[in-house]
């Protein structure tokens, strides 16, 4: 069964910074690409950042300039989140919706780990 792990979330100042770690387990052939979304209250949830197993990237808009995405290997994937601002505060779910298991292709989630921006 694959799982996706999510860790460093937490409270921080604006202004501050979080690194996010997310750590797939199960069984895996491979996962081409993974990300990082986010739900604050009230909002839909909304694509922060994806990686793909080459190394190419995508930002929301947001985030740009202030959130570096990366992995260091084929499970495991982070998010630097600099310059932090309130508007950045909600639960950050590690995704990776192609994932190749023995018994076929799935879309795994996270739990979600908190991110609140407050002074």
């Known amino acids: 069964q694959v799982q996706l792990v999510e860790s460093g979330g937490g409270k921080v100042q604006p202004g501050g910074s979080l690194r996010l770690s997310c750590a797939a387990s199960?069984?895996?052939?491979?996962?081409?690409?993974m990300g990082w979304y986010r739900q604050a209250p009230g909002k839909q949830r909304e694509l922060v950042a994806a990686?793909?197993?080459?190394?190419?990237t995508n930002y929301a808009d947001s985030v740009k300039g202030r959130f570096t995405i990366s992995r260091d290997n084929a499970k495991r994937v982070y998010l630097q989140m600099n310059s932090l601002k309130p508007e950045d505060t909600a639960v950050y779910y590690c995704?990776?919706?192609?994932?190749?298991?023995?018994?076929?292709?799935?879309?795994?989630w996270g739990q979600g780990t908190q991110v609140t921006v407050s002074s």
């Open positions: 995704n990776a919706p192609s994932v190749v298991t023995p018994t076929g292709r799935g879309d795994y």
């Open positions: 990686i793909t197993i080459g190394g190419s």
């Open positions: 199960g069984i895996i052939f491979e996962i081409y690409t």
